[in-house]
């Protein structure tokens, strides 16, 4: 009797399916729309950056990391922090350079989650928490931001506090709607999981991309959170080269130790070249980070003071490279989804329905999400066609 392969697999995964980003990024090639929907800059990462990498390739770099990072490189994160955040960290016991800062995240929610755990998400949520957890065996418990600015619910956030929450996800700036978590949150935060055998994961990938003068409360910067978590960093996102994936994940011995059982077995290291570039680039331009918060502002601003004239309405993303949109005045009898084919299609600009980042999205949800990561002439392009809708 022949029996057929995907009788035989029974899926570990059986909802995940082709990404809404593959999928927009696709329909936005095919009606050769401008792509505002993937989150990565059309421009390139600092020439320097660039240069280096081709200089320690032929310099022989081109074999096996240590397991951890290059020290170089987990030396100038340490130095960063230190000087970002006020926290002096160990780089041998608490930095560990993974390949992207999604490996990271995977890693430490193996390292922590096991069968029957739950994970408490906030939704909208970046879309590898969910996978990551499922495959460590635990069940992810969907809390959603409290609309319109996606600030938490507390009270929404205190009921799903259970004896099986072994772990919660907390990104800022937060992706995708651009929300800061602030120091008081934080505490707020520290407060409610006081006593309780309880983890977090800090996706903080977007932390140098914060606006109007704000500074990013860094669980790095939060005695009580950072004791019981694991804080996930891109350079990808920093240094405007996504390509690379490459990130860091910021935790206490113990805890690093547990998530490094799981990277060593998942990729063991990050690749060397780039390690290497990152860390001489670190060196000599530390004043990058401070510089980004302006560099990123101005794009924001150029698009959305286009934006202000249309039929759109919005308010300023506090941080991260995105700019969410309500299109409620345009096409209020479209769904997100609809809207955003509809968008790409017919005006020629594409962008991320941002229902697809929730388990239940709230069924008057009337916003997209275009990511400004971009040179200002296809900013200009992109806010002229949207001016038009
Ligand atoms: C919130 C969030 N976390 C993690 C990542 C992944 O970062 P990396 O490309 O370094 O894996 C992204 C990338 O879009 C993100 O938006």
């Excluded at 070249?273 to 601003?301: G, I, T």
């Excluded at 005006?347 to 329905?353: D, E, F």
């Amino acid at each position: 009797m022949s029996v057929k392969p995907e009788a035989m697999i029974q899926s570990k995964l059986p909802n995940v399916g082709t990404t809404i980003f593959t999928t927009m990024s696709q329909l936005a090639a095919q009606s050769g729309a401008i792509n505002l929907s993937q989150g990565f800059p059309d421009f390139d990462g600092p020439q320097a950056l660039r240069e280096a990498v081709g200089r320690h390739v032929m310099a022989g770099h081109n074999q096996y990391a240590p397991m951890t990072g290059l020290p170089a490189l987990r030396e100038q994160v340490a130095a960063k922090i230190a000087r970002s955040y006020g926290r002096q960290v160990d780089m041998d016991s608490e930095v560990t350079i993974t390949p992207g800062a999604t490996e990271a995240i995977f890693c430490a929610v193996q390292a922590l989650v096991r069968p029957g755990d739950e994970v408490i998400v906030l939704d909208p949520c970046y879309d590898s928490y969910e996978p990551s957890v499922e495959l460590a065996g635990g069940r992810c418990v969907h809390v959603p931001l409290a609309l319109p600015d996606f600030s938490i619910d507390w009270q929404r956030l205190a009921d799903a506090v259970g004896p099986r929450t072994r772990l919660i996800m907390l990104n800022s700036p937060h992706n995708p709607s651009g929300a800061l978590i602030s120091r008081a949150e934080l505490d707020q935060l520290a407060a409610l999981i006081r006593g309780f055998d309880i983890y977090l994961i800090a996706d903080e990938v977007y932390e140098h991309l914060v606006y109007d003068g704000v500074c990013h409360a860094s669980v790095l910067a939060h005695e009580e959170l950072y004791a019981r978590a694991y804080v996930v960093s891109s350079f990808g996102k920093t240094y405007h080269v996504t390509g690379w994936k490459t990130g860091y994940v910021v935790a206490p011995p113990l805890l690093s130790a547990e998530l490094r059982k799981a990277h060593q077995f998942v990729t063991f290291c990050g690749i060397t070249p780039l390690q290497w570039a990152l860390a001489d680039y670190m060196a000599a331009y530390p004043e990058h980070v401070d510089e980004l918060p302006a560099f990123y502002q101005a794009k924001r601003d150029l698009f959305c003071d286009r934006l202000a004239e249309s039929r759109f309405t919005f308010t300023r993303a506090a941080g991260t490279y995105f700019q969410l949109a309500d299109y409620s005045a345009i096409r209020p009898d479209l769904d997100d989804v609809a809207m955003a084919e509809w968008l790409t299609r017919e005006h020629g600009v594409a962008c991320i329905p941002i229902s697809v980042f929730y388990q239940q999205p709230p069924a008057d949800l009337r916003l997209v999400r275009f990511c400004f990561a971009k040179r200002e002439e296809t900013l200009r392009q992109a806010a002229d066609r949207l001016y038009g809708v």
